[in-house]
């Protein structure tokens, strides 16, 4: 018998499963999946069904447990969701954003106007510099002329029939020409919040709807140490207010 004949052959160990590297590599593909489906569901959600899946978590502040919700009802408050008037209100909002958004699309990407929603409500801004002469309330009617009537039939729509709105003025802190026509950055505010209301009630809209306010240099977007802060804190907002605010 030749040497080591009888020694039992040693059988080489095959690792079994799939190699270490493919699972991070299956991990990181499943993460960018998930951020990329985060990212479309948050681009195209509805602000109604954020609300409907909010309202079914009333006991969230001690950590209860919340309601069951079910499609149509939501069982422990005895109500159907979609007959609850703060949801309807919600939803008509949320359509009043996205027709905004639309409807001033050009505007937005000129930055002459700016959407967004604030704790006052829907907020539409109008740049100032674009929509009046310097130092000045009348209205530069060949710039704002379009979208102040888009604006009105925005505001017209019958989703906000019962809705309020408060057009409020903005200047920056330059100080204004005590021998000018406003003697100070309060009356220039107000007057400019007056001059797009006059032209919105031109056109139709319901005068017992609106608030106007100036607010003068008090409440900034940004600092006005610089000319383009200075440039973004002249404004006019035009608020669709929630209840909250009214």
């Given at each position: 018998m030749p040497a080591g004949e009888g020694r039992k052959k040693r059988k080489r160990k095959v690792q079994e499963g799939a190699a270490d590297w493919l699972l991070t590599y299956g991990d990181m593909t499943t993460l960018l999946l998930t951020f990329f489906v985060l990212m479309f569901t948050t681009a195209t959600i509805d602000g109604y069904e954020l609300r409907l899946i909010l309202a079914a978590f009333p006991g969230l502040g001690n950590l209860e447990g919340g309601n069951?919700?079910?499609?149509?009802?939501?069982?422990?408050?005895?109500?159907?969701?979609?007959?609850?008037?703060?949801?309807e209100r919600g939803r008509a909002l949320d359509r009043a954003r996205q027709n905004a958004i639309s409807i001033f699309e050009p505007e937005i990407k000129s930055e002459k106007v700016r959407v967004k929603?604030?704790?006052r409500g829907l907020v539409i801004s109008l740049a100032a510099d674009a929509f009046f002469r310097p130092a000045s309330a009348t209205l530069n009617m060949e710039e704002a002329r379009t979208t102040l009537i888009n604006?009105?039939?925005?505001?017209?729509?019958?989703?906000?029939?019962?809705?309020?709105?408060?057009?409020?003025g903005h200047t920056d802190s330059v100080r204004t020409d005590p021998n000018g026509p406003w003697e100070t950055n309060w009356e220039l505010s107000t007057a400019r919040a007056l001059s797009v209301l006059r032209f919105l009630l031109d056109y139709g809209v319901n005068e017992n709807q609106f608030q106007v306010m100036?607010?003068?240099?008090?409440?900034?977007?940004?600092?006005?140490?610089?000319?383009?802060?200075?440039?973004?804190?002249?404004?006019v907002d035009v608020v669709i207010l929630?209840?909250?605010?009214l």
């Open positions: 069951t919700l079910q499609q149509g009802r939501l069982a422990e408050l005895g109500n159907t969701i979609m007959s609850l008037p703060s949801m929603e604030d704790e604006l009105s039939n925005l505001l017209n729509s019958p989703d906000l029939n019962n809705r309020k709105f408060r057009i409020e100036g607010l003068g240099d008090t409440v900034p977007l940004f600092s006005n140490d610089t000319a383009e802060g200075r440039a973004y804190n002249r404004r929630t209840e909250g605010h």
